[in-house]
């Protein structure tokens, strides 16, 4: 007995010669939700855990509550970095002005005042390491990392600010318990509700 050839029911597309762009990204047809581009590969998302969307929650929430009209919170969209990067922080602030209506799914780095990625198992080098650099050279001044404390399972953030004369992050601290900055705007989170994740 010889067993059937099974049929595959998804066609990958296969990467041009250099990669991919951020067109491409948009016009691509049946790609996953929040697919995102880094150096021009097509980057998907594993299924995430509770404390990843609960804290998302949180932030967009309290980053709401915090800051004034001049400014809008965004989950989960694209940002253009440059023709071969287009990741979608799971948080970020823009200049309220780059809003340009409902059917919007991108906003360009310029306008972009902080990203915030929560880490997962499946993205902590690009957390930790490719997206910082990405978000850094492309002078977006304000980076959160948010972490899951081993030991209390509460949210920890790493708090980044851009160094103009190298285009890098200088880590500012790590908080928990609550979030405090006074970057982009006073910000001030409680994460205590986070006991409930």
Do not use: C
Request: glycine share 6%; aromatic share 8%.
């Amino acid at each position: 007995m010889t067993a059937e050839p099974v049929e595959h029911r998804s066609h990958w597309p296969v990467p041009p010669e250099g990669g991919y762009t951020v067109d491409d990204l948009f016009t691509l047809p049946d790609l996953p939700p929040h697919t995102e581009l880094i150096d021009g590969s097509l980057v998907f998302v594993s299924p995430q855990r509770r404390f990843h969307y609960l804290v998302i929650d949180l932030l967009v929430n309290g980053l709401r509550s915090s800051l004034g009209p001049e400014f809008s919170v965004e989950r989960e969209m694209t940002v253009v970095l440059d023709k071969r990067n287009g990741p979608e922080p799971d948080v970020s602030v823009v200049r309220a002005d780059a809003v340009t209506g409902l059917d919007q799914t991108s906003f360009h780095a310029k306008d972009v005042l902080l990203a915030v990625e929560v880490v997962s198992p499946d993205s902590e080098a690009r957390d930790r390491m490719y997206k910082p650099h990405k978000y850094a050279t492309a002078g977006i001044p304000n980076y959160w990392r948010v972490e899951q404390n081993g030991t209390t399972g509460r949210p920890v953030i790493h708090v980044y600010e851009l160094d103009l004369a190298t285009m890098s992050y200088v880590h500012m601290g790590q908080q928990s318990g609550q979030i405090k900055v006074d970057k982009p705007s006073t910000i001030a989170i409680d994460l205590g509700t986070a006991e409930r994740l």
